[in-house]
């Protein structure tokens, strides 16, 4: 029997604001344990929240982006549960009136082909705090505690783990984009749980679904999700299904890569949601509401007008516009006078290439725009190949420096002056003249033989173009 797979993603994202979602705590992360709290985050009897404007305008500018809804008045309820790190034993959140409802984005494939993906809402509500388990003790730090939090929630639209990473890096650079978060993965300000669930191909029933909880990077996300559809998939098959199949959440162990049981999925009743009495309905006024409109050119544009604009592959394009980061790297190339097409592709495959092979990102690159639009200039322009470019950026990203330093050297510039190269040109055509004959006599793939042997004799260093030239003029 052949399955297709199901998958809901539940994203939260954390709110780059200065102060927390109804107190004015700051949200800085990396400080001592509750060094950010008050009476407010602390849940102290009396302690009045109070909204955080600029929450609501980020929220408003996300909906926008993904062509959502944004309702101008929102509301907010208690959910009931109870965690060490929820100092109220509730969370503030929006369940019957969120703040965006009914958006989408598209996703990208390596073929240049989109696919969309439904956005059910998204809506505002404060984060927990943080339990740091030592051992046998454990500590709960509720610096986090009332932090802005953004759940945006997915339509079950995707069918393979690829898609769902695919979704989520557009919707980390969408962040990314608007600002509105840094979307650090490491320190948990952009996680998700997946809601992942197969059926046999061909039928349309929604069974039941596993919540995997709290993943912070892709590469687990897609680790995950795969190692779950494969546990079900053999669960049906072994006819197991029905009876063990149930709604619960469940967690991922990267160690073992393996999906284990952590509780019965809760629905929304076992919640006990009812409206905040602390919090009147929050109406938006049409100045923030246009304000949030504002919005800055976006991956799927970028990503267009580079294609249009610079005749980028769709790959290059879509690579170079998914990280904020290599945005402006690849902009700063661009401010010289070097081919877009050859950017990319220095960029894209020889630098990212080398910073993967060194597990670094973009940011910490020994190679900065100047030194890189510099090294193609040079091959541009005749003074290096391209296979020498390859030898320098290799030993600059080793030991920096600039790049006319690093050719001299390494001793990579070409030889370009015409009687050194048809010095080169005759010494190889004495030391050929059986092929020379051949050649004369029609076998003309033999030119290529030549442009090999006088680059070999020149120690790779003639100029390829000049070589092509001045032997054409030698042999006809």
């Known amino acids: 029997m052949e399955f297709e797979t199901v998958i809901g993603l539940e994203v939260h994202v954390q709110l780059n604001t200065k102060t927390k979602m109804f107190c004015s705590c700051a949200t800085s992360f990396g400080d001592p344990p509750n060094s950010h709290t008050c009476p407010v985050c602390l849940a102290l009897p009396g302690a009045l929240p109070a909204p955080n404007r600029e929450a609501f305008a980020k929220a408003a500018r996300f909906g926008y982006a993904i062509g959502a809804i944004v309702h101008k008045i929102s509301v907010f309820d208690r959910k009931n549960y109870f965690y060490p790190d929820l100092p109220k034993g509730y969370q503030i959140s929006q369940l019957h009136h969120p703040i965006v409802e009914t958006g989408s984005l598209m996703i990208d494939f390596d073929d240049g082909t989109q696919k969309r993906i439904g956005i059910t809402r998204a809506h505002l509500e404060e984060d927990a705090g943080k339990n740091i388990h030592d051992g046998a003790i454990s500590r709960v730090d509720l610096n986090r505690a009332g932090t802005p939090l953004l759940e945006i929630v997915s339509e079950p639209d995707m069918r393979s783990a690829d898609e769902a990473v695919r979704f989520l890096k557009k919707l980390h650079s969408i ?38 909880k709290n ?172 296979k020498a470019g390859k030898e320098a950026l290799d030993y600059l990203f080793e030991n920096g420096g600039e790049i006319d330093a690093a050719i001299e050297k390494l001793g990579l510039a070409q030889v370009s002056d015409d009687e050194t190269i048809i010095s080169a040109i005759d010494a190889v055509l004495s030391a050929n003249a059986a092929n020379l004959e051949r050649y004369k006599n029609g076998e003309t793939k033999l030119f290529g033989f030549f442009v090999g042997q006088v680059m070999k004799q020149s120690g790779g260093k003639a100029n390829p173009i000049k070589t092509n030239e001045l032997l054409k003029g030698r042999i006809g």
């Open 175 to 212: 962040a990314r984009y608007l600002d509105i978060s840094d979307a650090n993965m490491q320190e948990g300000s952009f996680r998700c749980d997946a809601n992942v669930s197969i059926r046999p191909k061909g039928d349309l029933k929604l069974y039941p679904r596993v919540e995997i």
């Open 215 to 386: 993943l912070n990077s892709f590469k687990f996300i897609q680790k995950a999700i795969d190692y779950e559809v494969a546990r079900q998939i053999e669960s049906w098959q072994e006819g197991a299904y029905e009876k063990e199949a149930r709604q619960e959440t469940r967690l991922y162990d990267s160690a073992r890569n393996e999906t284990r049981p952590m509780r019965g999925k809760e629905e929304s009743a076992d919640y006990r949601y009812f409206p905040d009495p602390d919090l009147t309905p929050v109406e938006l006024d049409e100045a923030m509401l246009e304000n949030a409109k504002k919005l800055p050119e976006l991956p799927d544009e970028k990503r267009a007008r580079y294609i249009k604009d610079w005749a980028l592959s769709a790959y290059d394009a879509g690579v170079i516009t998914s990280d904020l980061e290599l945005v402006a790297y690849f902009e700063a190339l661009m401010r010289r006078k070097i081919s877009p097409k050859t950017a990319a592709a220095w960029l894209t495959t020889e630098l990212l290439g080398r910073l993967n092979k060194a597990q670094k990102t973009i940011c910490q690159s020994p190679i900065n725009p100047e030194t890189l639009g510099g090294l193609i200039e040079r091959i541009e322009d005749g003074t290096i190949s391209a």
